[in-house]
């Protein structure tokens, strides 16, 4: 017996079936599709792209790499109704490398020990671990921090909190964003390229799905390398002595 919920429900389920003429859902994604036509086209677009990945660089939830994928998935599933890919790739590395200096001028001003999050004894420690592979390894921590969504938060606020040269962050930093865009333009190619064929629509949600996918497996990956490197710099013997000269 149909609960009433699922009795009013019924109705728009037929609507949505009889909509079409063929009883699918050709209706709706033909219109999602004539919307984001009309949108990836413009140069709202653009804007939006440089704003997002701009505020993603000190607010992960915003998902920058999302609208990357996705435009250049939907610029090779939907050729002519996109903005142009120099544009695409421009926008992004401007917004995003303005942010990322955002986040380090952020973190010099704020005492970001004092942050509620860093409060407790984990973020604390976590605060301490960041700053010492800023010190020992600035560069390439800077760089993979590039690709992890709430990583690079930490690593460009701590950044600027340590007092780490802005000069060799933002030389390492541009060249990680560079890296960062073509890698998501990468996937947007790869999806459009061979999905769009099917449907533009699908391409795009499954090349930002995948992106979403990539960046918690690239997480997981760089933690596990941080453990590694700290455990093998807690057990050298360089790391005991000086220890032991400094007890």
């Known amino acids: 017996m149909l609960t009433p919920a699922l009795l009013n429900a019924a109705p728009?389920?037929?609507l949505l079936r009889t909509a079409g003429g063929d009883g699918g859902w050709v209706p709706i994604s033909q219109t999602i599709t004539e919307w984001i036509h009309?949108?990836?086209?413009?140069?709202?677009?653009?804007?939006v792209l440089a704003g997002l990945c701009?505020?993603?660089?000190?607010?992960?939830?915003?998902?920058?790499e999302s609208i990357v994928i996705g435009l250049t998935s939907w610029y090779f599933a939907s050729p002519g109704h996109v903005v142009?890919?120099?544009?695409?790739?421009?926008?992004?590395?401007?917004?995003?490398?303005?942010g990322d200096s955002f986040?380090?001028?952020?973190?010099?001003?704020?005492?970001?020990?004092?942050?509620k999050s860093w409060r407790d004894g984990k973020g604390e420690q976590a605060f301490e671990r960041t700053a010492k592979l800023l010190h020992k390894r600035g560069t390439s921590f800077i760089f993979a921090a590039r690709f992890v969504p709430g990583g690079r938060v930490a690593v460009n606020m701590c950044?600027?909190?340590?007092?780490?040269?802005?000069?060799?962050?933002?030389?390492?930093?541009?060249?990680?964003?560079?890296?960062?865009?073509?890698?998501?333009?990468?996937?947007?190619?790869?999806?459009?390229s061979i999905l769009?064929?099917?449907?533009?629509?699908?391409?795009t949600l499954v090349g930002?799905?995948?992106?979403?996918?990539?960046?918690?497996?690239?997480?997981?990956?760089?933690?596990?390398?941080?453990?590694?490197?700290?455990?093998?710099?807690?057990?050298?013997?360089?790391?005991?002595?000086?220890?032991?000269?400094e007890e």
């Open 103 to 115: 986040a380090f001028f952020l973190g010099t001003r704020l005492h970001v020990q004092r942050i």
């Open 12 to 14: 728009a389920l037929a």
């Open 54 to 64: 701009f505020t993603d660089a000190f607010f992960p939830p915003v998902p920058a």
């Open 208 to 245: 930002m799905v995948g992106g979403v996918i990539l960046s918690l497996l690239l997480d997981r990956l760089v933690a596990r390398l941080q453990r590694r490197f700290q455990s093998g710099r807690s057990d050298s013997p360089e790391e005991s002595t000086g220890s032991e000269s």
């Open 38 to 47: 009309s949108f990836a086209g413009s140069p709202l677009a653009l804007l």
């Open 84 to 98: 142009a890919l120099p544009g695409i790739f421009l926008c992004a590395v401007v917004g995003a490398t303005l």
């Open 159 to 192: 950044a600027g909190a340590t007092g780490f040269p802005y000069s060799r962050f933002i030389r390492t930093d541009l060249a990680a964003v560079i890296c960062w865009v073509s890698y998501g333009m990468s996937i947007g190619f790869a999806s459009g």
């Open 196 to 203: 769009g064929p099917i449907h533009p629509l699908l391409a």
